[in-house]
T-cell receptor
């Protein structure tokens, strides 16, 4: 079992729908990152969370440390949101390495 | 401020050849790392560095070498390429161990035939 699991692996929705992507982890972490990988391959950082909730535009990320679970929500989804979304856990011990989920491929149809 | 610059973007190698993937950042970041991304798998850590002169192995280090002679540069060397090293490689940096934002290079698509 991977230390970081994402669900679903693939998600197709219609423009305007509310999107939720889930990330569960089984290790002790100091923070969790959400990343977006564009179709061309580039990866950008969306959020880093250690507790609670963060919001940026139509994107909202939450984390529940006790339940070892984080979610990424997209409100009023748009075709330009189509991308792979990746969560990455910052492991608490040692050199604070990142462990990545497999990614969720999101497709928003017009 | 160019962020993380990674080259080359595409490369085809023959089995047994060696090559170096270059990575440079201009943000004075302490922490730099190399990952590989394979279909159906998350990014996996190859090597990382917490500062100039300090490197360490990640999850999948075999067949790769790194060095960190300056804060800015963190090249990844493939010593004797194998088909199993066909992958997409990403260099990343962040300010320090607990850095808020991770900056990624654009990726290098490597095919070993």
């Amino acid at each position: 079992k991977n230390e970081v699991e994402q669900s679903p692996q693939n998600l197709t929705a219609q423009e305007g729908e509310f999107i939720t992507i889930n990330c569960s982890y089984s290790v002790g972490i100091s923070a969790l990152h959400w990343l977006q990988q564009h179709p061309g391959g580039g990866i950008v950082s969306l959020f880093m969370l250690s507790s609670g909730k963060k919001k940026h535009g139509r994107l909202i990320a939450t984390i529940n440390i006790q339940e070892k679970h984080s979610s990424l929500h997209i409100t009023a989804s748009h075709p330009r949101d189509s991308a792979v979304y990746i969560c990455a856990a910052l492991i608490i011990q040692g050199a604070q390495k990142l462990v990545f989920g497999q990614g969720t491929r999101l497709t928003i149809n017009p | 401020n160019a962020g993380v610059t990674q080259t080359p973007k595409f490369q085809v190698l023959k089995t047994g050849q060696s090559m170096t993937l270059q990575c440079a950042q201009d943000m004075n970041h302490e922490y730099m790392s190399w990952y590989r991304q394979d279909p159906g798998m998350g990014l996996r850590l190859i090597h990382y560095s917490v500062g100039a002169g300090i490197t360490d192995q990640g999850e999948v280090p075999n067949g790769y070498n790194v060095s960190r002679s300056t804060t800015e540069d963190f090249p990844l060397r493939l010593l004797s390429a194998a088909p199993s090293q066909t992958s997409v490689y990403f260099c990343a940096s962040r300010l320090n161990l607990a850095g808020n934002t991770i900056y990624f290079g654009e990726g290098s698509w490597l095919t070993v035939v």
